[in-house]
C-alpha cells in the first residue's frame, strides 16, 4: 500500500514538473520571436503611440524575466539587470492559476474563451478516431493472431506496417479524393452534421488502427498459449467462444494502455487532421487564427492546452492500467 | 536481414541516388509554371503530369528527395550526437548529471508530444529551413540519449572495462575506445528509425505551412498545394506523387530499421 502510494506521488510529481516546464516554455518561447510582437501585430505603418497602447495592454513592455541581460536605454555595454517578481513570466502563471491565459493578440477576445469554443470538437474528433481504430484493429489482429503464420498473417502483417508508415495527410487527401470528389458520398471538409465526421475520424485513427492490430495479434499469440485455453478447449468449447470470450479479455489489457496513451498522441496529430477537413477543433485554431495570423498569446494557449490534456491522458492511463491488471503492480 | 528490410535498402539507395543526379533525372525546371499546361494528366512529356500552376509534378518529386534526405540527414547527424553525448555521459559517470538527464529531461521530453513542441518552436522562431532543422533536432537528441545511456550503463560494467581501468586508463579513453564501440549498435537501428521519423515530420510541418517556404519543392509542401478541391478533382496526381513519396520513404527507413533490430539482435528474430 505504502509502495503504491509512493508510486502514484512519483506519478504526480512527475506530472507537475512536466506541467511546469510546458508553461515555462511558452512564456520563453515568446522571447525568441524574431523582432517585436507589437509591430508584427500593428504592421509597420503603425504610430509609436498605437504600439505603446498595445504592449501595454498586453503586459509586452514589462521585462521578460526575474533578471535580463540587457543594453539600458543609452545603449550603453549590456549588463545583468534583477527585476524581481514583477515580470511576465510571473504574470503568466498568475493568470494560469486563475485560469485565465490572456487576451488574444488580435481579436482580444480571452484564449480562454477561443479555446473552449473549439475544445469539445477536437475531443469528439479523436475520440471518434480511437472508436473507428478500435473497431478494425480487434477483428484484424484476432484474425491474424489465430492464423499466426499463414498467408493471411503475414498480408496483414504487411498492410499493418504500411498503414503505420501513411501519414495523415496522405490519407487524408486521398479519402477525400474517393469518397467526396469521386464519389460524392460526403462533404470534403467542415462540420456539418454526423457524416461529416467519418473521414477525419478515419484519417485520424488509421495509423493509429494499423498499430493496435499488431497489438492485438501478438496479444491474443501469447495468451492462446495460456492453461486456461487449453481448460476450456478441453471443456468443449468452440473456439469461437475461446477466442473471443477468453482469449480476448486477457488480451485486450496491454492494449487498453496503448488507447490511453494514443489518446494523447491523437490529440496531437489532431492538429493536421483538423486541417485537413477543416474540423474547427482547437488544431486549427493553433494553426490558422493563432500561427498563420501571428497571434501569440493563442499560440501560447492552445500550446499549453494541447499539451496538458495529452499529459493528464498519458497520467490517467498508467494509473488506470495499474489498477486493471493486478499482475503489473508486483513488477 | 528480411526481405523488407532489403527492399526498404534498396529503395533508399535509389533515392539517394536520385536525390544526388536530381538535375540530371528531372525532366523540366523544377520552378517553371506553366499556365497553358495546368491539371495535365501523365504524358510523355510529363511523366506525372501537371500540378495547378503548370509545373512538372515528376520534377518536383525528384527535388523533393534532396529536401527530405537532407533534413534527415542533418537532423539524424545532429541529434544521434548530440544525444549519444549526453546519453553516455549520464550513464557513464551517474549521480546528479544522470539524475537531471533520465530523471527529468528525459522523462518531461517523453510526456510531451514532440511534433508539438516543433510546432510550437517554429511558430515562434518562423518559417525555414535551418529552422526546422533546429526544431527537429531539438525534439529528436532525447531518444538516442535514453538508448545509449541504457547501453552504457550496460557495457561499463563488462570485464573489459574493468580492465582497461585497472591498467590506468582515463575516463574519455574508456569512454571513447571500450564503451562507445561496444554501444553504438542499437544506435544504427534508432538513427534508421530516425530518419523516417525526421522526414515525416518535415514534410507535417511543411504541410501545415511551417516548414520549408512553398516555392521550394518540399513533398509535404507540394501535397498542402494539391490538396484543394478544384485540384483534387481534376488533377489528383499531383497529390498522389509527393503522397507516394513519403509514404515509400518513411517505409522504407522503417523496414530498414526494424529489418536491422531484428539482424542486431538475434534473440528478436523468428518471432
Known amino acids: 500500500m505504502k509502495r503504491k502510494l509512493l508510486d502514484i506521488a512519483r506519478r504526480l510529481l512527475i506530472l507537475l514538473l512536466v506541467v511546469w516546464t510546458v508553461v515555462s516554455l511558452v512564456t520563453i518561447l515568446i522571447e525568441l520571436v524574431p523582432g517585436d510582437p507589437a509591430t508584427a501585430i500593428l504592421g509597420d505603418q503603425a504610430t509609436p503611440e498605437a504600439l505603446t497602447q498595445f504592449r501595454e495592454k498586453h503586459g509586452l513592455d514589462r521585462p521578460a524575466f526575474f533578471f535580463s541581460y540587457t543594453a539600458n536605454e543609452e545603449g550603453g555595454p549590456r549588463r545583468f539587470k534583477w527585476n524581481g517578481a514583477d515580470n511576465r513570466y510571473v504574470d ?30 477536437t475531443i469528439q474528433l479523436a475520440v471518434a478516431a480511437l472508436l473507428v481504430a478500435v473497431a478494425i484493429a480487434v477483428p484484424l489482429g484476432v484474425v491474424a493472431g489465430t492464423n499466426r503464420g499463414n498467408l493471411l498473417d503475414n498480408a496483414l502483417s504487411v498492410i499493418a506496417l504500411v498503414g503505420i508508415s501513411l501519414p495523415s495527410f496522405v490519407v487524408g487527401p486521398l479519402l477525400i479524393y474517393v469518397f467526396a470528389v469521386w464519389l460524392g458520398w460526403v462533404d470534403p471538409s467542415g462540420r456539418f452534421g454526423w457524416s461529416s465526421i467519418i473521414l477525419p475520424a478515419v484519417t485520424l485513427g488509421a495509423a493509429l488502427s494499423a498499430l493496435l492490430t499488431r497489438m492485438v495479434r501478438s496479444s491474443v499469440i501469447e495468451e492462446m498459449s495460456e492453461d486456461y485455453v487449453r481448460t476450456a478447449r478441453a471443456k468443449g468449447l468452440n473456439e469461437r467462444t475461446v477466442v473471443y470470450k477468453h482469449v480476448l479479455k486477457n488480451g485486450l489489457i496491454p492494449v487498453v494502455t496503448v488507447l490511453g496513451l494514443q489518446l494523447g498522441v491523437l490529440l496531437a496529430g489532431a492538429i493536421i487532421t483538423e486541417k485537413i477537413f477543416n474540423w474547427p477543433g482547437i488544431g486549427l485554431l493553433l494553426v490558422e487564427d493563432g500561427i498563420n495570423k501571428r497571434d501569440y498569446r493563442l499560440v501560447q494557449g492552445c500550446v499549453l492546452v494541447i499539451s496538458v490534456t495529452y499529459i493528464l491522458a498519458n497520467t490517467l492511463t498508467d494509473l488506470l492500467y495499474r489498477r486493471l491488471d493486478p499482475r503489473i503492480r508486483v513488477s | 536481414m528480411n526481405r523488407l528490410a532489403y527492399f526498404g535498402l534498396v529503395f533508399i539507395v535509389l533515392l539517394v541516388l536520385v536525390a544526388l543526379c536530381a538535375p540530371l533525372i528531372a525532366t523540366h525546371q523544377v520552378g517553371t509554371t506553366d499556365l497553358l499546361a495546368r491539371y495535365k494528366p501523365p504524358s510523355a512529356a510529363h511523366w506525372l503530369g501537371t500540378d495547378a500552376t503548370g509545373r512538372d509534378v515528376f520534377s518536383r518529386v525528384v527535388y523533393g ?41 528525459i522523462n518531461v521530453f517523453l510526456a510531451f508530444p514532440g511534433l508539438l513542441l516543433a510546432i510550437a518552436i517554429v511558430a515562434f522562431l518562423g518559417q525555414g529551413l535551418n529552422k526546422l532543422i533546429f526544431a527537429l533536432c531539438i525534439i529528436g537528441w532525447v531518444g538516442y540519449a535514453r538508448v545509449m545511456r541504457g547501453q552504457v550503463l550496460k557495457v561499463r560494467e563488462y570485464d573489459f572495462v574493468q580492465a582497461a581501468r585497472a591498467l590506468g586508463a582515463r575516463d574519455w579513453r574508456i569512454l571513447l575506445f571500450h564503451v562507445l564501440p561496444n554501444a553504438v549498435q542499437p544506435l544504427i537501428v534508432q538513427a534508421s528509425l530516425g530518419m523516417a521519423g525526421a522526414v515525416l515530420s518535415e514534410a507535417s510541418l511543411s504541410f501545415l505551412g511551417l516548414g520549408v517556404p512553398p516555392p521550394a519543392p518540399s513533398w509535404g509542401v507540394m501535397l498542402e498545394e494539391a490538396r484543394d ?15 507516394l513519396a513519403i509514404a515509400l520513404t518513411v517505409l522504407a527507413f522503417n523496414f530498414l530499421g526494424d529489418g536491422l533490430r531484428e539482424y542486431l539482435d538475434p534473440r528478436q528474430r523468428k518471432r
Do not use: K
Request: proline share 3%; hydrophobic share 45%; aromatic share 10%.
Open chain 2, 65 to 105: 528527395a534532396r529536401i527530405s534526405l537532407q533534413v534527415g540527414l542533418v537532423v539524424v547527424a545532429v541529434s544521434a550526437t548530440v544525444g549519444t553525448i549526453i546519453g553516455a555521459l549520464a550513464g557513464y559517470y551517474g549521480g546528479w548529471i544522470d539524475r537531471v538527464v533520465s530523471g527529468y529531461v
Open chain 1, 92 to 121: 503568466y502563471w498568475r493568470g494560469i492559476l486563475r485560469g485565465d491565459m490572456g487576451n488574444s493578440f488580435r481579436t482580444d477576445r480571452p484564449v480562454r474563451e477561443l479555446i473552449l469554443s473549439r475544445y469539445g470538437a
Open chain 2, 229 to 243: 478541391l478544384s485540384t483534387l478533382a481534376r488533377a489528383p496526381h499531383a497529390m498522389l506523387a509527393p503522397g
